[in-house]
């Protein structure tokens, strides 16, 4: 058996596991804009959470070049004041403190592993998040949007093509995070129809509050 440190709850919970690096706060910023993008160097394997205010808000791309890592956004039907807050979290890193009293932890092949100077990622529990707390939403990437396309004839015979367009992204309402979408006149062009979800993929809720 490979040597490791384990932490547990007292209700049995793994808190931590040497053979598994911990997820920490890599940057954080705000997005006003649609096309602005999030970008972190040094990155190694980090995630993106997001919280937007008065809008909707996706990651419409990712990008890596080396070590440097960026997030582009879209941001959709917004009201005054509309921005979103976001949170990068990344693999713990590798460097040890150089200051203070810290306790670190390390695989067995000497990677950092646990820094409890470092400030953790967090995840929040399934359902209704407690109240007083700060969430952020860390889906998969992509808007929501939906395509449908309706081909008829007219009195002349020649076939006429009509889309109805959908597309959005996530909305906080202050109690939880759901999809929000509009209509649009910008179609995609398909030839039948469309759609992704990114609610029914990969999500997660983080607990940012001071962070």
Not at 50 to 55: A, F, L, Q
Not at 85 to 105: E, F
Request: aromatic share 12%; hydrophobic share 35%; with cysteine.
């Amino acid at each position: 058996m490979a040597a490791a440190g384990v932490i547990w709850a007292p209700d049995g919970r793994v808190l931590f596991d040497t053979r598994w690096p911990q997820m920490t706060l890599a940057g954080k910023g705000r997005i006003t804009t649609t096309g602005q993008a999030a970008t972190l160097t040094g990155g190694r394997s980090p995630i993106i959470a997001y919280r937007p205010i008065n809008c909707s808000a996706a990651v419409l791309t990712e990008g890596r070049s080396g070590t440097t890592f960026t997030f582009n956004f879209g941001i959709y039907n917004p009201s005054s004041g509309a921005y979103v807050d976001y949170w990068i979290y990344d693999r713990v890193a590798p460097q040890k403190p150089t200051s203070g009293v810290s306790l670190v932890l390390f695989d067995e092949a000497g990677n950092t592993t646990f820094r409890a100077d470092a400030t953790p990622m967090v995840v929040a529990p399934a359902g209704q998040q407690p109240a007083g707390r700060i969430y952020a939403i860390a889906p998969s990437v992509g808007p929501y949007w939906r395509e449908d396309v309706n081909i008829d004839v007219n009195t002349e015979g020649i076939p006429v093509t009509q889309r109805i367009t959908e597309v959005g992204g996530w909305r906080f309402d202050g109690g939880g995070f759901y999809i929000d979408p509009r209509q649009t006149n910008d179609h995609f062009g398909l030839s039948s129809d469309g759609a992704y979800d990114p609610s029914l993929s990969f999500s997660l809720v983080l607990d940012v509050t001071n962070h």
